[in-house]
């Protein structure tokens, strides 16, 4: 890979969040009468020295190109790691991941985890001759019961989804690394801002980038994350090149561009999260409200000790069945019916009907996304369309 101006790893550079967001791989190194925006740059080819080509110099758009160098080493600094690879989709990330391993490895993963991440491995797994079995990843002695010889892989996500379970990263990367198994986290839901899993021990990190560090829902992407770019993420690396699940430099390039505020977005999803939250909790149509963020959910004090924040989702269950559920998902006005999660505008779906025939989810399952608007305005919808019941 090319490498940019490594100017954030000099220690004479501030490492706070906000500011890794507006200044992560940009090149300041010829910054006189510069544009401060970097250039969107399509270019396919890039052209041979004189003498000729040599490793390491940029040659064709799929190995490596300026925005999504920039774009990678953005990622890598807001999770406090040294290695990324973007690629087009979160699901070719994980792809990738799983991929990597040799065969005849074994995966542990979560009972409650994305479904496209159930779905994936339940469908392909076999062909890449990988095998499997689904833990309670909040519990680390079953955790410890189900590790084989040859397992590699711990996967895990927290807040699950949609249950909104929490796993300590740092309890399981503890195990898995006694058994010589690496720690993946899907950390798309509670994002850097929230959570950096590096620190916690993880050895891989996971994006969907379409949805909070895209925040507008208009972006399709992923990346994994490292400490380095040895090991399985120089399979990853070879696989991103190989393979060519990469995303187009418009799309690192907006993806840049929209990381820039990610951090108060993120502040804002947090705040407005908690309120809505609360004010769930005490509705009398409502059952149970999943949010890590309320001092009743059994898994608040990891998340307090691992996390910022609480992040922008919640789950909740109102009384009856599907029917009462899709009923109060028609009623609002500002939260919009819609899948997937992150965007500026709130949203929110039947989550069982949107998984599908084999969905495991509770069918009286709400799964909200609080977005940006003013929180008093969520709460008014919220309060409107549950009156509905
Ligand atoms: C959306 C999502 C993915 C998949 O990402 P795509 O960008 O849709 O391919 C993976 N994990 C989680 C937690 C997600 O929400």
Known sequence: MVKLAHHLNDVSMPKKIETIAIHGGMDYTNAENASIVPPMEPSTIFEHKKKGYTEGDRNYIRYSNPNRDQLEELLANLEQGKACAAFSSGVAAITAIFQALHPGSHILLPVDLYHGSRVLIQEFAAGWNLDYDFVDTTNLQKVEEAMKAETRLVWTETPSNPLQLISSVEALANIAHKHEALVAVDNTWPTPYNMQPLTLGADLVMHSTTKYLGGHSDILGGAVIANNEKGIFSRIRNIQQKQGAVPSPR???????????????????????????????????????????????????????????????????????????????????????????????????????????????????????????????????????????
């Open 251 to 389: 799309d690192c390039w907006l993806l840049s561009r929209s990381i820039r505020s990610f951090p108060y977005r993120m502040r804002g999803h947090n705040e407005n999260a908690q309120q809505a939250a609360a004010f769930l909790v005490d509705h009398p149509k409502v059952q149970e409200v999943y949010y890590p963020g309320l001092e009743t959910h059994p898994g608040h004090a990891i998340a307090k000790a691992e996390m910022n924040g609480f992040g922008g989702m919640i789950s909740f269950l109102v009384d009856g069945g599907a029917e009462e559920a899709l009923q109060v998902v028609a009623g609002s006005r500002i939260i919009r019916r819609a899948t997937s999660l992150g965007g500026v505008e709130s949203t929110w779906e039947h989550r069982c009907s949107s998984e599908g025939e084999n969905s495991e989810t509770p069918e009286n399952l709400i799964r909200l996304s609080v977005g940006l608007e003013h929180p008093e305005d969520i709460i008014e919808d919220l309060t409107q369309a549950l009156s509905l019941l």
